[in-house]
């Protein structure tokens, strides 16, 4: 660009910044972005950004598929099958999307077990929690809306497994599955409903969510490992000397780690790429069982006898499992103690350790669960409740 193109961006930028006083609110923001974060705050503390960057690739993958993708049970199949085939590189964008999947569950659980670890949900980041767990929930409901869409027989048996399991949630489980599927089964008008909720409703939802969660982040600033009573005695940014600035010491960090985040999710996708399989609605193929991150949970339902004081055992469940789900996103009212430092949280990180110890167990059988399996010469086969036949 030359003295004169220069000249003319200089006036522009003046002209703008008398308008709109640019300069000043991006010297108060740099200002702000190079507070120092904590000492402790190292590379565990790139768990939430590394989501972000993921999340913005699974919306430049999503929206790539959807501009070939059709909504419909006749067309769904084939139109998932010409990404694949026949548009350039639409093979490895929609197996980006679909690991893409897997990689944010996974990195939000870490996230929030650091969080947890660190006390970072206590006072005065109790909404940050609240809101980070919606969008846990959020994003489980993406992965399960999304996974109906290419209309293969294992998606479609996947949503017919998910929504029976909202319709035996006591009181409002049957409205909510007619809601959400359209009907008594799942057809046409689930297709249409799970892609409006895949494509605008959730992503919509998750926006709103996410910038009130950053900006509680950005606002009340990461949390020491300090209690809270001396956080509030002492304030945050006097808790905070000694640590490196935000930018540019810890921004670079989880660039670092949000690239070697995305490098991974691309190998996994070449190599890897997920099978399409058969279309929907002819056969029912055998030992379906639901992703990862959900096998706890269809597991656990299979333990429970038909009825536990007159109440069919599956209701109850459920309820535990609704009771569950609730303390995890209320988890900031009920793990009161002041205490930041895990060595001084002793009781707390016993209780997460059994749950998650009984997570860990219950996804293992219900890998098992109607399996086979080839270990030291011997050749293992399970029944559905994950034990050797
Ligand atoms: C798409 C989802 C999410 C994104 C993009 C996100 C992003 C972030 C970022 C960038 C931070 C700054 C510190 C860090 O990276 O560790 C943070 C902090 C925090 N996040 Fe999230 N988060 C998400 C989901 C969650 C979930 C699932 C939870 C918990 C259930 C949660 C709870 C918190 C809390 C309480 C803090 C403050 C922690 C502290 O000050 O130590 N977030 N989040």
Redesign the pocket.
Known sequence: MGDHGLSLLGALADALDRRLGWRERRARAIADLSRPVPPH?GW?????????AL?VLQIATGIALALHYQPTPEAAHASVAHIQDRVRLGWLVRSAHAWGAHF?VA???A??A???L????KKP??L?????????F??LALAFTGQLLPWSELSYWGAVVGLEQVRITPAVGPAAGDLLAGGPGVGPATLTRFYVLHILLLPAL?AA??AA??A??RR????PLASTAEEDAQGHDALCAGGDPYVPHHILK?AAVAIVAAAALVTAAALWPPELGARAGRTTPPGIRPEWYFLAVYQYLKYWPSTIFGVPGEKFAVCLLIAATTA??A??FLDRSPERRPARRKLALAVAGCFLFAWTALTLLGSLSENELSLFGHHWRFDTYGRPK
């Open positions: 705050v565990a503390y790139t768990l939430g950004s590394t989501a972000l999340l944010l990195l939000l659980l996230h929030a650091r969080v947890f660190t006390g970072g949900h980041r109790e940050t929690w609240v809101l980070g767990a919606k969008l846990l959020i994003t998750a969510l996410l969660h950053l509680l982040v009340l600033g990461i949390a989880e995890f996103a988890l900031p």
